[in-house]
């Protein structure tokens, strides 16, 4: 599991904790007790929420309709909650998530500012050394 890698998660309601329905995630910190991530929606983008994005290349993220990143949605999910990776978040769309975090959510910058290509805009894997995961 690693950063910008979409899964889809057991993901508990917030008003009951028993109950749970099955969505994407967006990974932000596989490396914590817990896993950090962002809801993802199929619901449009709503302008009463915060921090919403749209996905671009929603198929290459391994979503099945176009989807919606809730970034104002930050939760914690287990180990045992993480149930099968679909994809990973495309560079535009990681570029996206960030511009939207930065202006809507800075208090969340942090989590998604540590991000890299190389040359060919390949991804850098989180666990070279230029990738900084002192800030979690």
Not at 68 to 83: A, E, M, Y
């Amino acid at each position: 599991m690693q950063k910008w890698d979409v899964y889809l998660a057991k993901v508990r309601f917030e008003e009951d904790h028993r109950r749970y329905k099955r969505r994407p995630v967006l990974i932000l910190n596989p490396s914590t007790v817990l896993v950090l991530s962002f809801k993802i929606t199929s619901h449009e983008p709503r302008t009463n929420f915060p921090g919403e994005y749209q996905i671009i290349k929603w198929r290459e993220a391994g979503l099945l309709r176009p989807s919606v990143i809730r970034c104002s949605q930050i939760i914690d999910l287990s180990r045992r909650d993480i149930r099968r990776y679909l994809g990973k978040l495309q560079p535009e769309d990681i570029r996206g998530v960030q511009e939207i975090v930065r202006r809507e959510l800075p208090e969340y910058s942090h989590l998604v500012e540590k991000f890299q290509l190389s040359d060919d805009d390949s991804f850098i894997p989180d666990d070279n050394p230029m990738f900084d995961r002192s800030i979690f």
